[in-house]
């Protein structure tokens, strides 16, 4: 997809290479940055002659940085006839707007980052894109408002996550410029690192995955010390002839930082066909959406005689399977749930057993949420030293087989999914806070043959999936109670925990498992999707497994839906039995919506008492009463309107 054509510039200290930072291009004209000064070239201006005053008869400007404290211009971009560059040097760093047409400056604005090498704007989106230089996993986003009196406003929008091509998380050293295609949902990331993994990352803006791996021939070392650097990248179609020894689509700047004189400047160009003019792009991958519709609860506040510590429901075609923490239980679908069952009843089809001898001799004496595949129960089980995936018949629930898996502390959860058959389990917390390990969801697959041949669980990893809204941000999920599959490679997950839990944070939640994206998360208490529960004093209701099963035919006693999910309410004598069910009302296909409401990115209070107006993200934000939420799009509206600026949050605007 793409191929390198050659370097001009190349080797050339040209009176405007010395330290070299970024490049852009509006369509007419070469933008390019050194540290402290910014330069305009028309595409016809040959860039291999040595230039170092303005000529406007040229159309060739230059003009010097000129902020106190501030001394280093980055990586710039082109949008809408302005230049977003970064500048760093003081305590923080800055994005600061210039017009285009005569590099005049028109505002800028202070980040919370000490260091922004590069910025672009994303037209899909209109955001303005950065990140810091080192050790860098995500990407920030900055709404942009350029107000009445001339202040820029940057209200922070979201953090896109960068991932490899299976799903892991990357951390990328020395990003020293990007550029957004016009045409698809691609980012162009330069990495400087002195090491295997520099070069032109490709990154698919929606789900934050690398898709390609562009490699430059440089060399970053020399005795020790950096020679050759990379530096600004942008895109152009330039097949066309009109700039003078240079074509292609990609173009980056590379400097030779070593010897007398100024920095020697490459500039490198590459073919991309996708960036062509007029290319066949590929299509955006469809992503549905998915609402339920909850039914209610069957059996509700229930103590049955097996719902003591109850864990785990799953099915076959004909049966139900249930995991309570030392014991399995099959019921026949027509068995009424709400009946009180103590004990086995062959002739009616019950079955229950505890966990086997084998087993429990070695401490294990806790199940958890169970599947059900081609004829095996598969049952996470600790309490042992590591904990373990059994194998159980479905037919009269014996042992088969288990397997140690010593690399989670702990499983209370595990779901195979019949797509492709694999078997998804993860640690009781799920995710990690910003800037550590993300603790995934590992995939492993089954040996089947084996199994059902030789009565010998053999699990082999293939693959992690680490989950994330629908900004790209990893999800944390403490306290994981249970996973299902539905026939279209959707994953529901439980979690929630008796006590000390916030009921918002848990509860079910619907992914993706081609992107790991969430399409849908059950509220507690309200809504069409509710899940409600109430941990701690005094309810002390817990969720736990769920299961996918279409039981909208009647063959089930008082049950119909889709999606059936235990909440346990731990009662002292005798824990109750709610059963909770929810039909599949829409699924409408569309794309993924990965970008904030552009309408919602203030937020006032129109409580007399108040009357003012936050950004997004503050806390103060939260405090508001629904009934006295407006929001608004733009800042100078809500202010226009007579709404004041935080003091915390728009402090520039406060003025009561």
């Known amino acids: 997809?793409?191929?390198?054509?050659?370097?001009?510039?190349?080797?050339?200290?040209?009176?405007?290479?010395?330290?070299?930072?970024?490049?852009?291009?509006?369509?007419i004209n070469w933008y390019f940055s050194q540290k402290e000064v910014l330069w305009?070239?028309?595409?016809?201006?040959?860039?291999?002659?040595?230039?170092?005053?303005?000529?406007?008869?040229?159309?060739?400007?230059?003009?010097?940085?000129?902020?106190?404290?501030?001394n280093h211009f980055g990586d710039l971009d082109y949008h809408d006839g302005k230049l977003f560059v970064p500048v760093e040097g003081g305590p923080v760093a800055r994005i600061a707007i210039f017009d285009a047409n005569d590099l005049s400056l028109i505002c800028f604005s202070n980040i919370n980052v000490r260091n922004a090498p590069w910025c672009a704007v994303n037209p899909n989106d209109g955001f303005i894109y950065t990140s810091v230089f080192?050790?860098?996993?995500?990407?920030?986003?900055?709404?942009y408002e350029i107000m009445n009196d001339g202040n820029l406003i940057l209200t922070p929008m979201r953090q896109l996550f960068l991932y490899d091509e299976s799903g892991n998380l990357m951390n990328l050293d020395r990003i020293q410029g990007g550029?957004?295609?016009?045409?698809?949902?691609?980012?162009?990331?330069?990495?400087?690192?002195?090491?295997?993994?520099?070069?032109?990352?490709?990154?698919?803006?929606?789900?934050?995955?690398?898709?390609?791996?562009?490699?430059?021939?440089?060399?970053?070392?020399?005795?020790?010390?950096?020679?050759?650097?990379?530096?600004?990248?942008?895109?152009?179609?330039?097949?066309?002839?009109?700039?003078?020894?240079?074509?292609?689509?990609?173009?980056?700047?590379?400097?030779?930082?070593?010897?007398?004189?100024?920095?020697?400047?490459?500039?490198?160009?590459?073919?991309?066909?996708?960036?062509?003019?007029?290319?066949?792009?590929?299509?955006?991958s469809g992503q549905q959406n998915i609402i339920?519709?909850?039914?209610?609860?069957?059996?509700?506040?229930?103590?049955?005689?097996?719902?003591?510590?109850?864990?785990?429901?799953?099915?076959?075609?004909?049966?139900?399977f249930f995991t309570q923490r030392n014991r399995l239980w099959?019921?026949?679908?027509?068995?009424?749930?709400?009946?009180?069952?103590?004990?086995?009843?062959?002739?009616?089809?019950?079955?229950?057993?505890?966990?086997?001898?084998?087993?429990?001799?070695?401490?294990?004496?806790?199940?958890?949420?169970?599947?059900?595949?081609?004829?095996?129960?598969?049952?996470?089980?600790?309490?042992?030293?590591?904990?373990?995936?059994?194998?159980?018949?479905?037919?009269?629930?014996s042992l088969v087989a288990f397997k140690a898996l010593n690399q989670f502390s702990g499983i209370g959860w595990c779901a195979v999914n019949s797509l492709d058959e694999c078997i998804y389990t993860s640690d009781k917390h799920l995710g990690g806070a910003v800037g550590?390990?993300?603790?995934?969801?590992?995939?492993?697959?089954?040996?089947?043959e084996l199994l059902k041949n030789q009565n010998k669980l053999e699990l082999t990893e293939v693959k992690k999936l680490v989950l994330k809204n629908s900004l790209g941000t990893p999800i944390n999920l403490k306290h994981m109670q249970g996973g299902t599959f539905d026939f279209e490679n959707h994953l529901y997950l439980m979690n929630g925990y008796v006590e000390d839990f916030n009921e918002k944070d848990g509860g079910i939640s619907v992914y993706d498992v081609n992107t790991g994206f969430l399409l849908v998360k059950s509220k507690s208490g309200s809504g069409n999707f509710n899940y409600e529960f109430h941990p701690g004093w005094s309810k002390y209701e817990e969720p736990e497994?769920?299961?996918?099963?279409?039981?909208?035919?009647?063959?089930?006693?008082?049950?119909?839906?889709?999606?059936?999910?235990?909440?346990?309410?731990n009662d002292l004598f005798g824990d109750d039995f709610y059963f909770k069910h929810y039909d599949k009302i829409i699924i409408d296909e569309g794309n993924i919506n990965t970008f904030p409401d552009l309408d919602k990115i203030f937020i006032a209070n129109t409580n007399p008492q108040s009357t003012e107006v936050h950004q997004r993200f503050c806390s103060w934000a939260d405090n508001i009463s629904i009934e006295h939420i407006k929001y608004y799009g733009s800042l100078q509206k809500a202010l226009d309107d007579g709404f004041d600026g935080c003091y915390y949050c728009l402090r520039k605007y406060h003025t009561r």
């Not at 020894?245 to 100024?262: A, E, F, P, R």
């Not at 550590?436 to 089947?448: E, G, Y």
């Open 134 to 143: 080192s050790e860098v996993n995500f990407l920030i986003a900055y709404h």
């Open 545 to 569: 497994g769920l299961t996918y099963w279409d039981l909208n035919d009647g063959k089930a006693p008082n049950i119909k839906g889709v999606l059936h999910a235990i909440m346990l309410d």
């Open 292 to 320: 339920f519709n909850y039914l209610g609860n069957y059996p509700k506040e229930r103590d049955n005689g097996w719902s003591e510590e109850l864990n785990g429901v799953t099915h076959d075609d004909n049966n139900w």
């Open 436 to 448: 550590d390990q993300v603790s995934p969801i590992v995939c492993f697959k089954i040996n089947m």
């Open 179 to 284: 550029a957004f295609s016009k045409q698809n949902n691609l980012l162009y990331l330069v990495c400087d690192a002195h090491n295997s993994s520099n070069g032109i990352y490709v990154i698919d803006t929606v789900s934050g995955k690398k898709t390609d791996k562009i490699h430059v021939d440089y060399d970053p070392t020399s005795f020790g010390f950096t020679a050759e650097e990379l530096e600004g990248i942008t895109i152009w179609d330039l097949d066309n002839s009109t700039a003078p020894n240079v074509s292609g689509q990609l173009h980056l700047v590379m400097i030779d930082n070593v010897g007398t004189g100024d920095d020697d400047l490459y500039f490198k160009h590459y073919k991309a066909q996708i960036e062509k003019q007029g290319a066949t792009l590929p299509q955006p």
């Open 1 to 27: 997809m793409f191929t390198y054509i050659n370097n001009y510039p190349k080797d050339r200290e040209n009176g405007w290479s010395n330290e070299l930072q970024g490049v852009s291009n509006d369509g």
């Open 40 to 70: 305009k070239f028309p595409v016809a201006h040959d860039l291999n002659s040595k230039i170092t005053k303005s000529d406007p008869s040229k159309g060739i400007l230059k003009v010097k940085l000129n902020m106190q404290g501030y």
């Open 330 to 397: 099959k019921f026949p679908v027509s068995h009424d749930l709400k009946i009180k069952t103590t004990s086995s009843a062959p002739e009616s089809g019950i079955l229950n057993t505890g966990i086997p001898q084998e087993l429990s001799s070695l401490g294990y004496d806790h199940c958890g949420d169970l599947s059900y595949h081609e004829g095996f129960l598969f049952i996470p089980i600790t309490g042992g030293s590591s904990p373990v995936i059994a194998a159980f018949k479905a037919t009269d629930l």
